[in-house]
T-cell receptor, first 111, second 115 residues
C-alpha cells in the first residue's frame, strides 16, 4: 500500500522555464512533508520541507505547496537549470518517526 | 566531518549467505534509519533507531536485523540473504526524531545483489 504517490515517472522542461513536480498522499495523519533530490550513485539530499500547518514554503528557486484537502503537494522550481536534472522524491512523515517516500520523478532540464 | 558513511559500496551474495552492511555517522545524530530503494518503489523504511539501545521496525523489516550500541553506528544484518533482497540500501541520520524538520542526511548507498 503506497501511501505517497508520484504518478509522473519523468518530466522534461526547457532551461529557464518552470518545473512542477507533483505528489499525492493517502494518509491524512502525515504531519510533515519533504522533497529530496538524488543524483546517480549518490544518496538523496534534502531540498525543502513543509509542515502540515502551512500551505507554502519557499527557498530560493524552490517552492513547495501543500493542499491538505486534496492530499496533494507540489514542488515548483523557477527558473529550472540543467543542474536541477535529477530524481526528486517526495516524502511524508508521521509523528511515530515513520517516513514514507514516493517512487520518484526523474526531472530533465534541457539547455 | 565525513557525514554518513556506508560500507561496502557493492556486494554480491549467494542465497542463504549472511552479511552486515555498515553505517556510521559523525554528526552526533540521535535518529538513524535504513532504507532500500527498488525500481518503481521509491525508498522504503526497513528499521530505524531514535537513540542508542532503541530500535524499531519500519515498513519492510522482514529478513533484516539491526542493533544500536553506540550513537555513531547502526549496522544492518541480513541473516540469510534471498534474491528479493537485491536492492540499493541507504542509511540515513537526523538530529532528533522530535525535531520539526525530520530532515535526514543520507549515505552514498550499498548496492547488493543476491544470486
Amino acid at each position: 500500500d503506497q501511501q505517497v504517490k508520484q504518478n509522473s515517472p519523468s518530466l522534461s522542461v526547457q532551461e529557464g522555464r518552470i518545473s512542477i513536480l507533483n505528489c499525492d498522499y493517502t494518509n491524512s495523519m502525515f504531519d510533515y512533508f519533504l522533497w529530496y533530490k538524488k543524483y546517480p550513485a549518490e544518496g538523496p539530499t534534502f531540498l525543502i520541507s513543509i509542515s502540515s500547518i502551512k500551505d507554502k514554503n519557499e527557498d530560493g528557486r524552490f517552492t513547495v505547496f501543500l493542499n491538505k484537502s486534496a492530499k496533494h503537494l507540489s514542488l515548483h522550481i523557477v527558473p529550472s537549470q540543467p543542474g536541477d536534472s535529477a530524481v526528486y522524491f517526495c516524502a511524508a512523515s508521521l509523528v511515530s518517526d515513520d517516513m514514507r517516500f514516493g517512487a520518484g520523478t526523474r526531472l530533465t532540464v534541457k539547455p | 566531518n565525513a557525514g554518513v558513511t556506508q560500507t561496502p559500496k557493492f556486494q554480491v551474495l549467494k542465497t542463504g549467505q549472511s552479511m552486515t552492511l555498515q553505517c556510521a555517522q559523525d554528526m552526533n545524530h540521535e535518529y538513524m534509519s535504513w532504507y532500500r530503494q527498488d525500481p518503481g518503489m521509491g525508498l522504503r523504511l526497513i528499521h530505524y533507531s531514535v537513540g542508542a539501545g532503541i530500535t524499531d521496525q519500519g515498513e519492510v523489516p522482514n529478513g533484516y536485523n539491526v542493533s544500536r550500541s553506540t550513537t555513531e553506528d547502526f549496522p544492518l544484518r541480513l541473516l540469510s540473504a534471498a534474491p528479493s533482497q537485491t536492492s540499493v540500501y541507504f542509511c540515513a541520520s537526523s538530529y532528533s526524531s522530535g525535531t520539526a524538520s525530520y530532515e535526514q542526511y543520507f549515505g552514498p548507498g550499498t548496492r547488493l545483489t543476491v544470486t
